[in-house]
Every structure is written in structure tokens, then in C-alpha cells.
Nanobody, 124 residues
């Protein structure tokens, strides 16, 4: 089992920045990649970004590329999502997830473990 705890959400204005953190504990040696997903009210959960645990290979959704940066600190078993130039459409609950799979890493269905989510609200 892997336990994930997110933090760092909040209420900001458009153009501001936030950094989300996701601390992993438990059988972290089994993790291949960590991802961030988000879900806005009335919408389906969508992929935001992912990073491989070992090599640090990152990938982003088109909607956040160039504004968000994912990183990881293996020593702390923590993944970060630096969000800059935030827009009102970024408002959502952000979830951290972990997977042992090595393919289809933009799909929520391959992620085995999920955090409880953290709210990000961007006002215009």
C-alpha cells in the first residue's frame, strides 16, 4: 500500500502562483510514476501532469504546459506541482496519484493510489 497526502491548495487571484505538495509513504519502492489530476465541479477528472519516480521524465496536459512544473524529491518521497500564471479555469480539486504501471500514464485508470485532494480556487 502507498499512502498519499496532498497539501498547498488555497484561494488565489488570477495570475498568482501556488505550489502543491504530495507526500508518499508506505511501499514507495513500487511506484513507477506520480501524477496530478484535477476535477472541477460538474466535470470529469482530467490529467494535469505526471513524472516518473526514477528518471524524472515529466509530461503535461496542453492546458497547463508552460505554466505548471512538476518535480520530485526522492529523498523526501514528495512530488510537487508548481503552478504559475493561474487562471480561473484552473479552479478544481487537485489529486495526487501513484502508479506501478509504465504505460498510459495520462489515464487515471492506471493509477492505483490516490490522495484525498486539495482545493485550488482562482478568482478573476
Amino acid at each position: 500500500q502507498v499512502h498519499l497526502v496532498e497539501s498547498g491548495g488555497g484561494l488565489v487571484q488570477a495570475g498568482d502562483s501556488l505550489r502543491l505538495s504530495c507526500a508518499a509513504s508506505g511501499r514507495t519502492f513500487s511506484i513507477y510514476a506520480m501524477g496530478w489530476f484535477r476535477q472541477a465541479p460538474g466535470k470529469e477528472r482530467e490529467f494535469v501532469s505526471r513524472i516518473t519516480w526514477g528518471g524524472g521524465s515529466a509530461f503535461y496536459a496542453d492546458s497547463v504546459r508552460g505554466r505548471f512544473t512538476i518535480s520530485r524529491d526522492n529523498a523526501k518521497n514528495t512530488v510537487y506541482l508548481q503552478m504559475n500564471s493561474l487562471k480561473p479555469e484552473d479552479t478544481a480539486v487537485y489529486y495526487c496519484a501513484a502508479t506501478r504501471d509504465t504505460v498510459r500514464l495520462t489515464s487515471s485508470s492506471v493509477y492505483d493510489y490516490w490522495g484525498q485532494g486539495t482545493q485550488v480556487t482562482v478568482s478573476s
